[in-house]
Nanobody, 128 residues
Framework: QLKLVESGGGSVQPGGALRLSCAAS????????IGWFRQAPGKEREGVSC????????TYADSVKGRFTISRGNVRATVFLHMNNLKPEDTAVYYC?????????????????????WGQGIQVTVSS
């Protein structure tokens, strides 16, 4: 059973940056597409960014394009979400999720909240 653990969250001022990490219990995430999702209070969970198992295909929500970057780490069991120019509306609990590769496209993954594996979530707060 794959387990995912998020880290790197916290509180920052508007315009600040954070890097979230999604670490897996297995030795590699090479067989999984990975997505970052977030849920703000009173709102539904939404896809933020997703990456294919090879790392060559990525997708982003319009609200984060140009500010967030998803990447696979040199350590094969880690995926990062680099968040720059953070805004108060980015405040949410952020989750990483994994799908076995080949189930659907990366874009379809980010448009769904039905995934096989989820992390426990981590809080990101952007406030002055």
């Amino acid at each position: 059973q794959l387990k995912l653990v998020e880290s790197g969250g916290g509180s920052v001022q508007p315009g600040g940056a954070l890097r979230l990490s999604c670490a897996a219990s297995e030795s590699t995430l090479d067989y999984y597409a990975i997505g970052w999702f977030r849920q703000a209070p009173g709102k539904e969970r939404e896809g933020v960014s997703c990456i294919s198992n090879t790392g060559d295909i990525t997708t982003y929500a319009d609200s984060v394009k140009g500010r967030f970057t998803i990447s696979r780490g040199n350590v094969r069991a880690t995926v990062f979400l680099h968040m720059n120019n953070l805004k108060p509306e980015d405040t949410a609990v952020y989750y990483c999720a994994a799908d076995p590769t080949g189930i659907r496209t990366v874009r379809a993954m980010c448009n769904s909240t039905q995934h096989d594996y989820w992390g426990q979530g981590i809080q990101v707060t952007v406030s002055s």
